[in-house]
């Protein structure tokens, strides 16, 4: 399980399979590490996290997820061996919510990875006055659904069009 420490510092995290990863902000020297986590995942797990096929990341989308300003958007990437294996990002909506996603390679998926950077991007949001986490979710996705059900205080769900909206609130 991942330790209260501040959101720059690098956080040990035991996976349920004794595995050891390190958690830690994204960075700009991330770009090379996040395009070759990506292209390691799933079809599945891509479609999950992007409703649809996405086999690369544009340019584009490389600047924008690995260049945050700790305020507004945060992310943070989980690494074993100097290779992402997760990652879990917020985008402030507002003063008091913001949605935010996750994705997990598929080997890590199931350790407990989900949960260590759940907890820790709530607690980064809590301090910044954040109180609320909405995401949008395949319905198909229960191990994302569980996460927020485990985590939130009240959580909120609304299929429409094949999308579940969650809402959850993370107290204060």
Same mark, same amino acid.
């Given at each position: 399980m ?5 959101r /720059? ?5 035991t996976?349920?399979d004794?595995? &050891?990863?390190? @958690? ?12 070759a /986590? ?10 999950q996290?992007?409703?649809?096929? =996405?086999p690369?990341?544009?340019e584009?989308?490389v600047?924008r997820?690995?260049?945050?300003? =700790?305020?507004?958007r ?9 290779e992402?294996?997760?990652v ?7 003063d008091?919510?913001?949605e935010v996603?996750?994705?997990i390679r598929?080997e890590?998926?199931?350790?407990g990875?989900g949960?260590?950077l ?5 607690e980064?949001?809590r &301090?910044q006055?954040?109180? &609320? /986490? ?16 485990v985590f939130?205080?009240?959580?909120k &769900?609304d299929t429409?069009?094949?999308?579940? =909206? @969650? ?6």
């Amino acid at each position: 399980m991942v330790t209260s420490q501040s959101r /720059f510092e690098q956080i040990p995290c035991t996976l349920r399979d004794g595995r &050891k990863v390190t @958690i830690r902000p994204i960075s700009r020297s991330d770009a090379d590490r996040l395009v070759a /986590f990506h292209e390691s995942l799933s079809d599945r797990t891509i479609y999950q996290r992007f409703f649809a096929a =996405h086999p690369h990341l544009t340019e584009k989308e490389v600047e924008r997820f690995t260049q945050v300003d =700790h305020d507004l958007r945060e992310a943070y990437v989980a690494v074993l061996n100097d290779e992402i294996v997760a990652v879990g990002r917020l985008e402030r909506i507002d003063d008091a919510s913001a949605e935010v996603a996750f994705v997990i390679r598929d080997e890590f998926q199931n350790q407990g990875l989900g949960s260590a950077l759940f907890s820790l991007l709530a607690e980064t949001a809590r &301090k910044q006055g954040v109180y &609320k /986490f909405v995401a949008e979710v395949l319905p198909q996705n229960r191990a994302m659904i569980r996460l927020f059900e485990v985590f939130g205080e009240s959580v909120k &769900k609304d299929t429409e069009d094949g999308v579940t =909206h @969650i809402e959850v609130s993370l107290g204060r």
